[in-house]
């Protein structure tokens, strides 16, 4: 009974220690404000921006050439860091499948499975696949928009002009793809337009302003259609700004209104040169 | 006498089959609030999709060579769907012809016509031609338009901002010419600047910051002009940006401002959820 | 006697119709209210425009060989017409001297005489110089700005922006002078950065966003760099955009404010939500 | 003892006259506000435009081997009366130290040294690199902020939105890697997407709409994914707008109303000119 007694209360102490422990673990890696937290969050942000980094200079042909293996020791070496870290979100959190499967999880994962894929499937022909998977933990990227809280009034600018933006959108296609389908058949295939969707491609380069000229008008009615696109995609421009701005001088006016409550009906919401409560009447 | 009534009966039966029949038929086709609308409309919409994507797949080549003959049935298919549905219209609508001649008439008329055009007139010479006609049904997507109703506030403010744009439109257009013609005496013939109209092209590209770069000066004078024109364009767009927004922020501002004026102090400006001055504090 | 005084009635009576006749032709030349002058000027218009897109077509080589006679006419009959214009102003307006030397009294004058001079200059070897010369007559175009009295606002605003535009043109200047001289350093004459004049000229096109391509950086430090600059020109257009837009609203909102007057001491400017002068303290 | 005194007073004199110079000489240099100051700074503009000017020509090729001599004349004369000004700084200066590892302090060195360095370091094989670093000398033009003071609301303006912006870029900076590596695995080494970094390059040269054309996506998809880049290019520029211009309309609101209230009623929101209470009337 004593021996009973002791390993439950060893059972009770180990589970306080290793709950303790998982709660420790579970600050350092999901919360920010504690130094910890803020020192785990730093160190893994330079480790995926040196992984990124990794990648691209594996992707340039001269650099693989010459420093391959270091490449190959470095991928590794981020990849188990990543698993580990994976591991550790995965016993600190209280929900570990749904972890896995949020967007985050997901990404957790696709950013350290391409390289444990290459061991598994070996092969030449299969090689160059394997490489293009393990590109795909760029995504590792999408960990850095955590760190990035500030956006809240923009993110509501644009959640709240998104009727408007879909509208301006819909009438950007609209127009690109008629004026893309003008230019199919005036142009036509001598002159670069060889589908409507390549003119509809190129009718998007050019209302956009980007214009790369690798398709360009040659006929007069062709240029003067194309000058007609240009215009109305620079003057167009006009209507996604004109809608954030009002959104963000909008939202800012909120919140900028005094948060003053009533004393007598507690209601709050008063202009800044309020006098008296605009729903009970009372003094401010 | 009988059956006469009988037959007078049947004739009110069935002009009353026959109202309600079409009354059902117009709710379906016109109205987008009913369950049946609404399905009718996302049908269409579908369809109108399809029918462009397989206008654009029989524009490339490749493709047409391949599966020309189930572009050609689909074709005939959405022919058929939209002719049907433009023939509903016309009986369910009080008015036909004015729905003919009416802008989306014009529009669902000849988005099937060239269909039906391209078996009257037969011919291997034609057949471009034909070919080309059918593009036009393209304009089948201007139907999308009509699912736009979310526009209002930025056509209003489109509206209100005409003067000012069109001032703004007119001061492009004269610096385009005059910069083109200039650049036309400057640059010349050997530099690819080939006529007047040619250069106004080109200044067009340049002033909306499209830039392809198929014509591009190459002389010291020509660079720095070029350069006036892209400082310009770069920093007139701000121009239209401005009248937009002011016109969307000012419309935000009327909307959102009870025009209510104190009945005791005469003060305006009250939010619309004012039940009390916000001045004076008395009763509104 | 008689006479004499016969002679001096007259000269009274000729002087009162000259300058009733006089004072008719400025109500029809400088007035656009009038029926008459509405007229004139539309008429005028519609001359400028044709006469502005002869001189299009002339410069176009296949247009001119085919059409040339037809042009030269048209050229005289424009010149002459515009000559008639000139000296009619000329008479109608009280200082003549003042209009000639005035900037649209120039233009006037640009636009009539290549044409004349081409006369009195022939020989071969000048024709090239005088057919430039008949192009500065596009200065006519000056002369639709006079159509143009919608922009005052647009103005306003553009004026009273005057000096934060040049801050910002400043710091486009050195940050294209600094930007074009490092990328000379940095990519050389062989990428076709041959002078620092042309790196400039390549920096403008690449911070307003144009984008020829016709000289672009090749080295991996140039295409560093440019990334720099391109990010740079596209989010400081956010500032001209700005200070137009905080402008137009600020016009907006002082000719919005009320124009009640006080009934005491008469100022006027008041918010629309006073209810006492903010001068006096009078109830408004 | 007399002699001592006299030595001593002479010692007090030749201190203040020393101190009186410096004050002098501190004015002219430091201040912009007297008129030997105001004399001062617009010569030493107009030095540093001319020197510019200089450096610009040199590294024209076909004017340098006119010209060189000339060139090299005025680089001399530029250097030393950039040279006295520096001592001159120095001197009048309280802190030189603290001046001359100052950002100004530096550019200013920085502006001198490359010729001096020219005369030190000769030898054929270096002169190339020491023309390079004649170029430095184009820092001199940094001087000209100096006389930009113009821009404080705009600088108050960027750096009330330094969170957003700062979001913003972060935000155009994950979205131009994801898709630049996404680009560099559909269209690969074949179509110029040689590497991730220049598939990065291009995505930063498409999404800033300015399109050099250089680098060109060839595949369908490659196109589809190029069109969505430009869009999203195209419409984000909003963001940026619209955070400066909510900044700048509500840095003119604050300054622009007085933050009074009124001794009686307690209301504030008054005009700058308001003498009353606009909602009481009760003297302010």
Redesign the interface.
């Known amino acids: 009974m004593g021996r009973f007694t002791f390993s439950e209360e060893g059972a009770i102490d180990k589970s306080r220690i290793v709950s303790r422990w998982r709660t420790r673990l579970h600050e350092i890696i999901f919360e920010a404000e504690t130094p910890a937290g803020k020192a785990f969050d730093t160190v893994l942000l330079l480790l995926i921006l040196a992984s990124?980094l990794t990648?691209?200079l594996d992707?340039?042909?001269s650099f693989r050439a010459r420093h391959g293996t270091v490449l190959l020791y470095l991928e590794w070496f981020f990849t188990i860091a990543f698993s580990i870290e994976f591991i550790a979100r995965i016993i600190a959190i209280g929900k570990p499948l749904r972890y896995v499967f949020s967007f985050y999880g997901l990404v957790d994962l696709s950013s350290i499975l391409p390289t444990y894929l290459s061991v598994i499937l070996p092969g030449s022909q299969f090689l160059l696949v394997i490489r293009?998977l393990r590109?795909i933990r760029?995504?590792r990227?999408?960990k850095?928009?955590r760190y990035?809280t500030?956006?809240a009034?923009?993110i509501q600018?644009?959640r709240a002009s998104r009727?408007?933006?879909?509208?301006?959108?819909?009438?950007?296609a609209?127009c690109v793809?008629?004026m893309g389908?003008l230019m199919?058949?005036i142009e036509g295939?001598r002159n670069g337009f060889?589908?409507?969707?390549?003119s509809?491609?190129w009718a998007?380069?050019?209302?956009?302003?980007?214009?790369?000229?690798?398709i360009?008008p040659r006929t007069?009615i062709g240029?003067?259609l194309?000058?007609l696109i240009?215009?109305i995609?620079?003057?167009i421009?006009?209507?996604?700004?004109?809608?954030?701005?009002?959104?963000?001088?909008?939202i800012?006016h909120k919140t900028?209104i005094s948060t003053r409550a009533c004393p007598e009906c507690g209601a709050q919401?008063?202009?800044?040169?309020?006098?008296?409560?605009?729903?009970?009447?009372?003094?401010?």
């Open positions: 990124v990648v691209f992707s340039v042909g293009a590109l760029i995504f990227i999408f850095l928009t990035l500030e956006g009034a923009l600018a644009l009727y408007k933006i879909t509208v301006f959108l819909g009438t950007v609209t793809i008629v389908t199919y058949l295939e060889t589908s409507i969707p390549r509809i491609y998007i380069v050019t209302m956009t302003t980007v214009g790369y000229g690798d360009a007069v240029q003067t194309a000058s240009m215009i995609g620079y003057g421009i006009a209507v996604p700004t004109g809608i954030v701005t009002s959104e963000l001088a909008a800012r900028e919401g008063h202009d800044p040169d309020a006098a008296h409560c605009k729903h009970c009447g009372g003094r401010l």
